[in-house]
């Protein structure tokens, strides 16, 4: 008899009024899962879905993990799994080790809710405890075509501070200087070209969420404040280059190669 796969397990969603939670429920039952939610903070419904429910999904901000795993964690199965869906692992992934009585994988999809699914999708896992459920996570993936990442909590920070919270701060920065200057952004953009154009729809895209989130994510990772340090560096040696009109020094500060 084949082992049953993740899918064939009856799956509790805590958080699915959120956007991510939301996304995750209509997705799994749109693939016949037996997926289950507690939509708002329902203590009793919370309680039953992390007593029955082999699969414990946790769809809450990082803040909340802990008082939430302190609550939970204690009525999980003991041959069950708890995931978490935030975009930092660190705490997260400390809060269900502490907490939870059987398997746990912290789970961090690289995307939003306006995803149409999984399909060429990255998802990052972070190992915490057990081998079978991550296997089993793994295989559900990778069955629905997504690009699974596996990493440890702190090289997923790390990159974050990276790919998030550097990039949000670049466009912040960008965004930040075109709004405090004279310039007509919609009137330039149809001379700028291409380039200057992808860099404007990434300010769009940026200033479509809200700022919180992203404030939030750079403040909550330890990581992210060395990639900021190193940037406002790299800026203030340029403009010191230009203030000085030291075309050499200037040359040696865009003249650079990462790759």
């Known amino acids: 008899m084949a082992e049953p796969d993740f899918a064939d397990f009856e799956i509790g969603i805590i958080g699915g009024s959120g956007r991510m939670g939301q996304w995750l429920v209509n997705y799994l039952q749109g693939l016949g899962c037996r997926a289950r939610v507690a939509a708002s903070r329902h203590a009793q419904a919370e309680r039953d879905l992390a007593q029955n429910c082999h699969v414990l999904v946790l769809a809450v901000p990082v803040g909340q993990m802990a008082t939430v795993m302190a609550e939970l964690g204690p009525l999980t199965r003991p041959d069950g799994l708890v995931i978490d869906l935030c975009s930092l692992k660190e705490t997260p992934l400390q809060a269900m080790l502490a ?10 999809p690289l995307f939003g809710p306006t995803a149409n699914g999984l399909d060429g999708q ?15 996570l793994q295989n559900f ?7 699974v990442a596996l990493l440890t ?3 997923h920070d790390k ?17 930040q200087t075109l709004a405090n200057s004279d310039i007509n952004l919609k009137a330039i953009l149809p001379m700028a070209g291409p380039w200057f154009n992808h860099l404007a729809q990434l300010l769009q895209n940026q200033a479509a969420q809200p700022a919180s989130l992203y404030a939030h994510l750079a403040t909550q990772n330890p990581h ?7 940037l406002r560096q790299a800026i203030d040696n340029i403009t010191q280059a230009i203030q000085d009109n030291d075309e050499n020094a200037l040359i040696k500060y865009l003249d650079f190669s990462f790759m």
């Open 99 to 108: 907490h939870a009585r059987g398997q746990v994988v912290g789970c961090h």
């Open 122 to 136: 990255t998802v990052f896992l972070c190992p915490g405890r057990g081998q079978s459920w991550l296997e089993r």
């Open 141 to 147: 993936l990778h069955n629905q075509n997504a690009n």
């Open 153 to 155: 909590a702190t090289e």
């Open 159 to 175: 990159l974050m501070a990276i790919v998030q919270s550097l990039r949000h701060i670049l466009v912040a920065a960008l965004g």
């Open 224 to 230: 992210a404040l060395a990639p900021a340090q190193a």
